[in-house]
């Protein structure tokens, strides 16, 4: 066993994608990630030992355990990749939302000017018609219902 306090200090900087992947790495294997990256680091030194390691259960339990994290790591990139084509989707159907709307609020204007000019045209209609009447009815009968009227 070696004095802890007497090691040095490796600082390495990855993206945080990369660290948030080793991090389930190495929680899937019951490991830290400095205890990974320092039997890595001991094994490039002896390569002997890399025989070893790949000769012992914890090497498949490596390999099981990154196998498994690249199936998720896949999954999740499936799984963004239709959020993303979803969220296609809803911009797509909320445009065409749109262009309804305007499309409807278009034939209720038209719709009410078709109703005003069916009131216009009953009203000319009818005044048409009374003006007919008023053409077959004697000069003589108009005259006198006329005279009635203003009395």
């Known amino acids: 066993m070696t004095d802890k306090s007497k090691d040095s ?9 990369l660290h ?11 490991n830290t990630m ?11 030194r002896q390569p002997e030992a890399k025989q070893d390691m790949t000769d012992s259960g914890a090497y498949k339990q490596d390999l099981d355990a990154h196998s498994k994290v690249q199936q998720l790591t896949a999954v999740s990139e499936e799984r963004a990749e239709q959020i ?38 009953a009203e000319q209609l009818d005044t048409s ?6 053409m077959r009815t004697p000069f003589w009968k108009r005259l006198f219902r006329l005279r009635n009227h203003s009395m």
């Open 20 to 30: 948030e992947w080793f991090r389930v790495y190495t929680q899937g294997i019951n």
């Open 84 to 121: 993303h084509y979803l969220r296609e989707q809803l911009v797509e159907k909320d445009r065409q939302i749109e262009t309804l709307t305007r499309s409807l609020d278009h034939a209720q204007q038209l719709h009410g000017l078709a109703q005003k000019n069916i009131a216009t045209l």
């Open 9 to 17: 200090q490796l600082i390495v900087r990855i993206n945080s994608d």
């Open 129 to 134: 018609k009374r003006m007919i009447e008023d």
């Open 34 to 44: 400095s205890g990974v990256i320092t039997a890595y680091i001991e094994s490039l």
